[in-house]
Structures are given as C-alpha cells and as structure tokens.
C-alpha cells in the first residue's frame, strides 16, 4: 500500500449521551492515508481491507441519518468525494471525510452524512466480515444495543495497517 505523503491521525473520543451509547474506544481518522490508483479505486480499498481480514465490504455513499452498528466495527475508506459526518449523535462531532480518508468507527457510535449521501462514495467492511444491525437511536433498541456492544471483540488487525499498528495500538 502506498501510503498518503502529508496523512495525519485524529482520534475522536465520544461519550454515551443518553440516546446513543457511543464507545470507550476512540474513532480513528486517517487523513490523506491512501494514494488511491486512478483506475478501481473502490476495488483497491476492498482489497485492502480484506487483506487484513476486514470483509463483507460494500460501496456506496453514506446514509444521511443517525444510524450505529452494536455488533461490530466499521472501517470506511472514501474513494470519490469529500462530505461533512457527524459523528456521535445529534451533539457529536462534525468532520471533513473526503477522498483518500480512511475512517475506523467502533461498535455504538453513531454517524450520519450531514451532505447528499453520494457527496462521498466509500468502500465499508467489518472485522472478520461480521454481519452488521442497523441502530437508530430509539429507545425500544437501547438495552439490547448496549449488551450487544459489550460483546464485540477487538479486531486482531488494522484495516490499513494490518497487525503492525494503527487501532492495534490505539485501541489498547
């Protein structure tokens, strides 16, 4: 993989704000990580992602509502565009996704495209290919969201940096 010349890594920690549960575990955003190939960008991303044992991948834009995953992480990597999520609910943060981005979300932490939903096309998988829920902040979903968070594991590889850095060492 060839890697972006000026990438930078932010962390975002959010907390539980009542409606969504959110993470202990911080959001990782890769700025700028990938040099993407003019031709399959999407498949390049996928392949990368699988290599490191990051499957059941999918492309597409990204939803423009509140929505969370309690079973499993999710690795984002945008091939096309650039947009504005929202991440951690209604009071979350706000952050600039755009091409070469690669973004890890943990299990309960809610992002939402604040643009057009194809402002952005990415490529998504999840460790082990774990099939993934669909969370919407609603109440009747809460408990089972939050036992179900407490049971994800800690993947064993970073989507882009496989067992030699990135959430190995930032989700300790």
């Given at each position: 993989m060839e890697k972006g010349k000026h990438y930078s890594v932010k962390k975002y920690f959010l907390k539980d704000d009542g409606i969504v549960p959110n993470s202990k575990l911080p959001v990782i955003h890769y700025k700028g990580i990938i040099n993407l190939p003019f031709f399959f960008p999407g498949s390049y991303l996928k392949n990368l992602f699988k290599k490191n044992n990051w499957k059941n991948s999918w492309k597409s834009?990204?939803?423009?509502?509140?929505?969370?995953?309690?079973?499993?992480?999710?690795?984002?990597?945008?091939?096309?565009?650039?947009?504005?999520?929202?991440?951690?609910?209604?009071?979350?943060?706000?952050?600039?996704?755009?091409?070469?981005?690669?973004?890890?979300?943990?299990?309960?932490?809610?992002?939402?495209?604040?643009?057009?939903?194809?402002?952005?096309?990415?490529?998504?998988?999840?460790?082990?290919?774990?099939?993934y829920d669909m969370n919407y902040g609603e109440k009747k979903e809460r408990a089972r969201a939050v036992k179900n968070i407490k049971k994800v594991k800690m993947p064993k590889k970073d989507p882009v940096f496989g067992k030699t850095g990135g959430i190995v060492k930032l989700w300790k």
């Open positions: 834009g990204v939803y423009e509502y509140h929505h969370y995953h309690s079973v499993t992480h999710e690795v984002m990597g945008v091939y096309k565009g650039k947009t504005t999520l929202q991440l951690g609910g209604k009071r979350g943060v706000k952050i600039t996704l755009q091409k070469g981005d690669v973004l890890i979300i943990p299990a309960g932490v809610a992002h939402r495209n604040l643009k057009k939903e194809n402002a952005v096309k990415c490529v998504g998988a999840y460790p082990n290919g774990k099939n």
